[in-house]
């Protein structure tokens, strides 16, 4: 009859590639469940966007072969719960990202919408906030041009907005608040006003992930969010050529001041190089090569991925319909690779 002591012993030789301990260890095996000839067992993940997952069920299915019989046969379930960061400020929200850039241009929100839809697809509830209030542009990007969202009172009698909910995402923007047309000229003690508001009042419930859509450069929305809440970690999204990698090495540096201390989730390197959609196999490096993966190599930082510059990428913003939606595309792939190393690396920093 097998035990579950020699389960739990089988599984102990499993890593977890990324935290480096095993299984066992790591509380990540949970549930066994002993039949005739057969297991059962919970194989908990830190997320769900593990892009490791595969790798670490078939580890489980060759320790059950070896360690007590290949005619065993083990049912898996491959399931997650996030590690949180929360606190009392935002209670509910399990790790907060911010997208982030040294200047404008770089496609910095269309990583933002991309990276937080992608996290969706895995399973986790995940809202998106712009924070942009200079340049908001999640309203077109998901087609909610002249939304706005409702209001709930809560138990306690306080006022709170609803976010919109659109394609499994939760979604706020200054945006919803403001005229399309008319420009806002915010002083500094405005804006730091404006984007308290949008974090603390706001009803986001129960969340796995906020992504939040920074402001380009290194201004004041930037040093009283990273002071104020409980940042999991910064994402760095530029370009390949050298005036974009200037600023973006500003805008690390700005995050790992003294007072900030955000962690580096890592560097997006966006409009890679240029695809032509009737030649997907041809990639032209018009912007430079290799600019972000040398600015993560230099910073000791990861290097999360690449976004080739294409069309239709630009398109599907302007459509309300993000890229990520679309399944027959090739750069969602890369949107996918991108939000697994994002939540890896997540892991990473709270078992440390």
Request: net charge negative.
């Given at each position: 009859?097998?035990?579950?002591?020699?389960?739990?012993?089988?599984?102990?030789?499993?890593?977890?590639?990324?935290?480096?301990?095993?299984?066992?260890?790591?509380?990540?095996?949970?549930?066994?469940?002993?039949?005739?000839?057969?297991?059962?067992?919970?194989?908990?993940?830190?997320?769900?966007?593990?892009?490791?997952?595969?790798?670490?069920?078939?580890?489980c299915?060759?320790?059950?072969?070896?360690?007590?019989?290949?005619?065993?046969?083990?049912?898996?379930?491959?399931t997650?719960?996030?590690?949180?960061?929360?606190?009392?400020?935002?209670?509910?929200?399990?790790?907060?990202?911010?997208?982030?850039?040294?200047k404008?241009?770089?496609?910095?929100?269309?990583?933002?919408?991309?990276?937080?839809l992608?996290?969706?697809?895995?399973?986790?509830?995940?809202?998106?906030?712009?924070?942009?209030?200079?340049?908001?542009?999640?309203?077109?990007?998901?087609?909610?041009?002249?939304?706005?969202?409702?209001?709930?009172?809560?138990?306690?009698?306080?006022?709170?907005?609803?976010?919109?909910e659109?394609?499994?995402?939760?979604?706020?923007?200054?945006g919803?608040?403001?005229?399309?047309n008319?420009?806002?000229?915010?002083?500094?003690?405005?804006?730091?006003?404006a984007?308290?508001?949008?974090?603390?009042?706001?009803?986001?419930?129960?969340?796995?992930?906020?992504?939040?859509?920074?402001?380009?450069?290194?201004?004041?929305?930037?040093?009283?969010?990273?002071?104020?809440?409980?940042?999991?970690?910064?994402?760095?999204?530029?370009?390949?050529?050298?005036?974009?990698?200037?600023d973006?090495?500003?805008?690390?540096?700005?995050?790992?001041?003294?007072?900030?201390?955000?962690?580096?989730l890592?560097?997006?390197?966006?409009?890679?190089?240029?695809?032509?959609?009737?030649?997907?196999?041809?990639?032209?490096y018009?912007?430079?090569?290799?600019?972000?993966?040398?600015?993560a190599?230099?910073?000791?930082?990861?290097?999360?991925?690449?976004?080739?510059?294409?069309?239709?990428?630009?398109?599907?913003?302007?459509?309300?319909?993000?890229?990520?939606?679309?399944?027959?595309?090739?750069?969602v792939?890369?949107?996918?690779?991108?939000?697994?190393?994002?939540?890896?690396?997540?892991?990473?920093?709270?078992?440390?």
């Open positions: 009859m097998i035990t579950k002591e020699q389960v739990l012993h089988a599984l102990s030789h499993v890593e977890e590639p990324d935290l480096k301990k095993d299984l066992v260890t790591l509380h990540m095996i949970q549930n066994i469940e002993i039949l005739p000839n057969k297991v059962k067992f919970d194989v908990v993940l830190t997320t769900p966007a593990c892009p490791l997952k595969g790798h670490i069920e078939h580890a299915r060759n320790a059950i072969a070896l360690f007590i019989g290949k005619e065993v046969e083990a049912e898996i379930n491959m997650a719960r996030v590690v949180s960061n929360e606190n009392q400020q935002l209670h509910g929200i399990k790790n907060i990202i911010l997208v982030s850039s040294g404008g241009g770089v496609g910095k929100s269309t990583v933002a919408s991309n990276l937080a992608a996290l969706v697809e895995t399973g986790a509830k995940t809202g998106l906030m712009d924070a942009d209030i200079y340049g908001p542009s999640l309203p077109i990007m998901f087609g909610l041009d002249g939304a706005r969202p409702e209001s709930v009172v809560t138990p306690d009698g306080k006022t709170k907005i609803l976010p919109i659109k394609f499994g995402l939760k979604l706020l923007s200054i919803f608040f403001t005229d399309p008319q420009p806002i000229p915010w002083r500094g003690p405005m804006a730091t006003s984007i308290k508001q949008l974090f603390g009042d706001t009803d986001w419930g129960e969340l796995d992930y906020l992504v939040v859509d920074m402001p380009p450069g290194t201004g004041d929305i930037h040093i009283t969010v990273s002071q104020t809440y409980p940042i999991a970690g910064a994402v760095i999204v530029t370009t390949p050529q050298q005036v974009a990698l200037a973006a090495i500003k805008g690390m540096a700005m995050y790992q001041m003294e007072g900030i201390n955000v962690p580096i890592g560097i997006v390197e966006n409009m890679a190089y240029f695809t032509p959609a009737e030649l997907p196999e041809n990639k032209y018009i912007f430079g090569k290799d600019g972000g993966k040398r600015l190599e230099s910073n000791n930082t990861p290097f999360l991925g690449e976004i080739p510059l294409v069309k239709s990428i630009a398109d599907a913003g302007d459509n309300g319909f993000p890229i990520l939606l679309d399944a027959d595309e090739q750069v792939d890369a949107f996918k690779l991108i939000a697994g190393r994002v939540a890896q690396q997540l892991s990473i920093l709270a078992n440390k």
